[in-house]
């Protein structure tokens, strides 16, 4: 698409209005008219004009700017999972005129940047990342005003804050349930850091498969710790050398499973034969085979693109920006089970 070959000021004369009108008939301020609006309309689209972030927000108010804050610890949120969701929200963003600020800090420094945005008028909105069961940063927010959506939610669902998330604990049921039914009963699970929400909620449905089939859950078969590949082959190995190994074996992430993957190789295990394998599939991208066709599906899973999720919420932020004074809105997204090649019947030597 051609760039734009005229800036505002030049479409300002071009129809004989000010740049605050122009700007606002573009912005959809009510008290433009619609006649103005229309013929302002037409004139950019004639010219290709696209209106700057700063000069929409000379205009507006609005910096046309969303802020993540990401949180830098040992729980590390810079992974594919993060850059798949950042792709699909700027891509919202982008339709819409917004650009993204990218702010890293200690969660320590987190409430101090959300009040420098609030006071400074950095951002006219932020995504809150990696909510805890108890999440601090909501409250934090509401205090100063500042726009808000979490990926994710709290212990309590919430009717006052804005949050898209994946139905977790409905995802790990189902799984697990898939186990059990090809005769699974010494199952682990490879779960992410159990005081962030997501992970509980995965923890919650696997308890509730495993309870309703009345089947023992082992302590040493469930772990818990930040996804990534070294922590599944290294979580894979402790529960394979255990007096009691899995016949299969949950994942809370698809980095994890194929660290898994790695040490029942090792082991010199064959997946499904002598163990299952499940896990809960972002569909990332760099695993995709790049020429716009699905991948046939390795690894049996729960599937449900962060990236469409992060496009979603997106548009559910500019949404709420749009309109301060809507309701909080809230997405509760299902995941669909795919049945891959790492899943099978139990083998017969293991009770």
């Known amino acids: 698409m051609p760039k734009s070959t005229i800036n505002l000021k030049q479409l300002s004369q071009h129809l004989g209005l000010s740049q605050t009108t122009v700007s606002r008939a573009l912005n959809g301020f009510p008290e433009v008219n619609e006649n103005t609006r229309q013929k302002v309309l037409a004139a950019a689209a ?4 696209r209106p700057s972030p700063s000069a929409s927000s000379l205009a507006t108010g609005k910096t046309r700017i969303i802020g993540h804050v990401v949180p830098i610890s040992e729980h590390k949120m810079i992974n594919p999972h993060f850059a798949d969701f950042l792709a699909g929200a700027s891509e919202a963003y982008s339709a819409a005129g917004y650009d993204l600020l990218l702010r890293t800090a200690t969660p320590k420094q987190e409430e101090e940047i959300y009040r420098e945005f609030a006071s400074r008028n950095r951002v006219d909105g932020v995504v809150v990342h990696g909510p805890l069961i108890d999440e601090p940063r909501i409250e934090v927010l509401k205090s100063i005003r500042l ?3 979490v990926h994710g939610r709290t212990t309590m669902n919430g009717d006052d804050y804005s949050w898209l998330d994946v139905d977790n604990a409905t995802s790990f049921r189902r799984l697990t349930q898939h186990l059990i039914d090809l005769g699974h009963k010494r199952i682990a699970l490879v779960n992410g850091l159990e005081t962030m929400n997501f992970a509980h909620r995965r923890l919650q449905g696997y308890r509730e498969a495993m309870e309703t089939n009345q089947l023992e859950m082992i302590p040493k078969l469930i772990s818990s710790a930040d996804m990534n590949e070294p ?28 660290g898994g993957m790695r040490a029942t190789g090792e082991r010199g295990l064959r997946v499904p034969q002598d163990i299952s394998l499940a896990t809960f599939d972002d569909e990332l991208s760099f695993l995709q085979t790049g020429d716009g ?15 469409e999720a992060g496009k979603k919420l997106g548009q559910m932020l500019i949404n709420q920006i749009s309109n301060p004074a809507s309701n909080a809105e809230t997405c509760l997204w299902e995941s669909k089970l795919i049945v891959g090649k790492t899943t099978g019947p139990r083998p017969r030597e293991n009770s």
Not at 46 to 49: C, E, G, R, T
Not at 231 to 258: E, F, H, K, Q, V
Not at 296 to 301: D, Q, S, V
């Open 147 to 149: 726009p808000f959506i």
């Open 293 to 307: 066709q699905p991948r046939e599906p390795f690894f049996t899973g729960m599937h449900s693109s962060i990236q």
């Open 231 to 258: 922590y599944g082959y290294n979580a894979t190995l402790r529960m394979l050398d255990c007096d009691t190994p899995p016949s299969a074996i949950l994942y809370s992430s698809i980095l994890s499973a194929m």
């Open 46 to 49: 004639q010219f290709n004009y």
